[in-house]
């Protein structure tokens, strides 16, 4: 039942990292879009 536990630790922290990864990469091109088409931040906050 150890041997699971310790197998499965990494698998789930790379998941976190490639899900974080993902958000981060995901919300740049979000602020590159918008910046691309000229709309500002202060516009939508």
């Known amino acids: 039942m150890w041997a699971m536990l310790e197998h499965n630790c990494p698998e789930q922290l790379v998941?976190?990292?490639?899900a974080l990864y993902l958000a981060v990469f995901t919300a740049y091109k979000i602020d590159h879009l918008i910046n691309e088409t000229g709309i500002t931040q202060c516009t939508l906050g």
């Open 15 to 18: 998941m976190k990292i490639n």
